[in-house]
């Protein structure tokens, strides 16, 4: 198949497909379209979902679809049950990268959606002092801590230790912007680390499936 | 030339030399490679936010064996006068075009900042940040560069995507224009104009720009 004929298959079959519908939309039989799907896949145009007795379903472009490695939706998606992030970006982190970056990530977006899943992420925490450098980096411990405490409301989470309960300063922050505090629920949270917690009580029982 | 392994190694061996942290926006052959519409490249360009960045990455290039080179037969000379014309750095077929702040008259613009299609961040004791600018964006810049093969990445981008939004397009044109980029208008227009050729382009959004004249 020479380049141009190429392109105009793919520009053809650009979207999703079953193997069934690429056979018929080229009028070919299904072993063609195999072998097809095959060569596309190799060449980076074809992407496969569906495992075992799930339809493939071949999700086919006209440009690569080059390969990932995660990044920060990724990693959330991944821990948070019920709340799933649509990434607005394609972040991708190439070395170390786990809840701990992610979580500092996340506050950094400053989006409610994206802190409200992340929460989640308080489950997967095994190292506190990796998290407390990072929070530190970007002046986010506090809040940090007020997250933490709130997920440990609803979630069974691992324990913060005490030393880094310890406030250093008394400044006020927002997880985001000018959001106060409304819950009185969270008000001690708010109290304890100096934070404000922008969510209420029906945004946390989206995140937790209620 | 340079391939996606490639570029992705080079970047990789580049952050572990990093002294600091360096955040920059990729918009030339790079990008296009990291969205999946070219395989190979020549061209790496590469916009920093400060001079400081800059400096620490030609460091880098430096180390690893990147010659500085003239930029007078790659680009039209009229925009080479501009203080803001790029440092350009060359090894072997691969080719390190460096801007700061602006890329001759265009700015780092704020939608520009904020609507980035990806963020590849390459984490060792310090972190390089590439954030790939959207596609609209790239075809603007590569009509404001203007060098040879730009009019055909321009053309693979557009006929590749079928979502291509000429409203944010235009739409950043004028804000440029607005902000002082003299060449901005004309550049794109005169793409538009070539690119008609190709694909379909309503004569609404050729009037959006006339009207801003």
Redesign the interface.
């Known amino acids: 198949m020479n380049l141009k004929n190429q392109e105009e298959l793919l520009h053809t079959l650009e979207g999703l497909h079953t193997i069934e519908t690429i056979a018929e939309t080229l009028n070919i039989t299904t072993q063609s379209a195999l072998n097809l799907i095959t060569k596309l896949k190799r060449q980076q145009y074809v992407t496969v979902s569906g495992k075992g007795k799930t339809k493939r379903l071949y999700k086919i472009t006209q440009i690569k679809q080059r390969p990932r490695v995660p990044g920060m939706f990724d990693i959330i998606n991944k821990y948070s049950p019920h709340m799933k992030l649509n990434p607005w970006y394609d972040h991708q982190v190439h070395g170390t990268y786990g809840p701990e970056e992610a979580l500092i990530d996340a506050i950094q977006t400053q989006s409610f959606r994206v802190i409200l899943a992340s929460l989640h992420l308080f489950r997967h925490i095994n190292n506190w002092p990796k998290l407390y450098q990072l929070a530190k980096q970007k002046d986010s411990w506090q809040k940090i801590g007020a997250l933490h405490d709130l997920a440990k409301l609803y979630f069974k989470i691992r324990h913060l230790p005490q030393k880094y309960q310890q406030l250093k300063t008394k400044k006020k922050y927002y997880i985001i912007k000018e959001y106060p505090t409304k819950e009185t629920k969270f008000q001690p949270i708010t109290q304890k680390w100096h934070v404000n917690i922008p969510f209420r009580l029906g945004d946390i029982q989206k995140t937790i499936g209620g | 030339m340079l391939n ?1 392994q490639d570029q ?1 190694s080079l ?2 061996l580049l ?1 572990t030399q990093l002294h600091q942290d360096v955040t920059c926006y990729a918009f030339g052959g790079n990008a296009m490679m ?4 070219k ?1 190979e490249t020549k061209d790496v360009d590469i916009l920093f936010e400060t001079l400081d960045e800059r400096d620490e990455f030609i460091r880098i290039l430096k180390f690893l064996g990147y010659s500085e080179i003239s930029a007078i037969k790659i680009y039209v000379p009229e925009k080479l006068k501009d203080k803001h014309a790029p440092i350009m750095f060359k090894r072997d077929e691969s080719r390190f075009d460096l801007f700061v702040k602006k890329i001759f008259q265009t700015n780092l613009s704020p939608k520009m900042k904020e ?10 004791k310090h ?1 390089l940040t590439i954030k ?1 600018l959207r596609k609209e964006q790239l075809v603007i810049l590569k009509a404001v560069t203007d060098r040879v093969n730009d009019f055909e990445d321009i053309k693979t981008i557009v006929a ?3 979502y291509f939004d000429w409203e944010y397009l235009t739409d950043e044109v004028l804000w440029q224009a607005a902000h002082g980029d003299g060449w901005v208008l004309l550049d794109v227009e005169e793409t538009m104009q070539q690119l008609k050729k190709y694909v379909f382009i309503e004569q609404k959004w050729f009037e959006k720009l006339y009207n801003a004249r």
Request: no cysteine; glycine share 4%.
């Open positions: 996606y992705d970047l990789k952050s990291f969205y999946g519409y395989d609507d980035v299609f990806a963020i590849h961040e390459y984490k060792e972190t790939v590749k995507d079928q």
